[in-house]
């Protein structure tokens, strides 16, 4: 099982800032997630949640239910969440880290990404496409 999660803000998706994020909605995004693994026989379990805790528990039970891969949007806590690196770091779990937008080519405070030394890899930029890459590879790699 892949699970992919999705932090703060990434509710709104579809009607937050369409010109940065696209007008793909969160349900949207959820569904391509879904595709992407039933193509290659791996389940995916997707969710939401604006809250930094919430976020960290779902990573620290990801083995227990039996994830063997999480696709992880941090949103907003990725430049500023020493917790949820943490919480990555302390879990055998691979993450791959990915970004709708190319926060590169955005504000500079977005340049910098807690998590991402932490993670397997990081997708940004690429929208939706995005999840769907890190789920094959995920999916792939774990068979
Ligand atoms: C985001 C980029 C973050 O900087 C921002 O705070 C988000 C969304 C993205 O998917 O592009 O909430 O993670």
């Known amino acids: 099982m892949i699970l992919v999660l999705n932090g703060p803000?990434?509710?709104?998706l579809g009607r937050r800032e369409p010109e940065v994020y696209g007008r793909a909605t969160l349900a949207d995004l959820e569904r391509a997630c879904h595709d992407a693994g039933r193509e290659l026989g791996v389940?995916?379990?997707?969710?939401?949640?604006?809250?930094?805790?919430?976020?960290?528990?779902?990573?620290?039970?990801?083995?227990?239910?039996?994830?063997t891969g999480v696709v992880l949007n941090p949103g907003g806590y990725t430049h500023t969440s020493v917790a949820l690196r943490d919480a990555i770091a302390g879990i055998a779990v691979p993450v791959i880290e990915v970004h709708l937008s190319n926060v590169h080519a955005r504000e500079r405070f977005r340049h910098r990404s807690l998590v991402a030394g932490?993670?397997?890899?990081?997708?940004?930029?690429?929208?939706?496409?995005?999840?769907?890459?890190?789920?094959?590879?995920?999916?792939?790699?774990?068979?």
């Open 43 to 67: 389940e995916v379990v997707c969710r939401q949640s604006n809250h930094e805790g919430q976020l960290i528990d779902w990573l620290h039970g990801a083995a227990a239910e039996g994830a």
């Open 9 to 12: 803000n990434l509710n709104l």
């Open 118 to 143: 932490v993670c397997l890899g990081s997708v940004l930029g690429l929208g939706v496409d995005g999840y769907r890459l890190a789920v094959r590879h995920l999916a792939t790699a774990s068979g």
